[in-house]
């Protein structure tokens, strides 16, 4: 559902699922996403206070986008993304990978770690 929002928005959007094994480890994906340049779109709120998978993260050169809007449907979660659009290409631009970025229920983006953060 939220990939289909995307691709209606104009997005290329690439399904997890369609290149990698569910299961795939966090080491293989991350570094698989970051080799093609690939942005991250996730509702996964703690991804940056595990330290092995942040570190995966940041090593493989990622740009991640976390959506912290609590419990939200499907076409919700779609809606946001579709909504945060506009300020995640801004941001995009603004900031070098690898960084973990906040998504918020009203579009707004944030960065939450970046490599700035890291020294």
């Known amino acids: 559902m939220v990939a289909d ?3 209606q928005a104009g997005v290329d959007v690439q399904v997890h699922d369609d290149h990698l094994r569910r ?5 293989e994906w991350l570094c698989e996403i970051g080799r093609r340049g690939w942005a991250v779109l996730t509702r996964d709120r703690r991804i940056r206070y595990r330290s ?5 993260l ?3 050169g990622v740009r991640a986008f976390v959506l912290v809007a609590g419990t939200l449907s499907g076409p919700e979660i779609a809606e ?3 909504k945060a659009l506009p300020a995640m290409r ?3 631009a603004r900031h070098q990978p690898p ?3 906040r998504g918020t229920r009203s579009g707004a983006v944030s960065l939450l770690v970046g490599t700035e953060d890291e020294g």
């Open 58 to 60: 940041m090593q493989a």
């Open 5 to 7: 929002a995307l691709h």
């Open 52 to 56: 092995h998978e942040r570190a995966t």
């Open 99 to 101: 960084f973990i970025a």
């Open 80 to 82: 946001v993304f579709v």
């Open 90 to 92: 801004r941001f995009m």
């Open 23 to 27: 299961d795939a480890e966090d080491e």
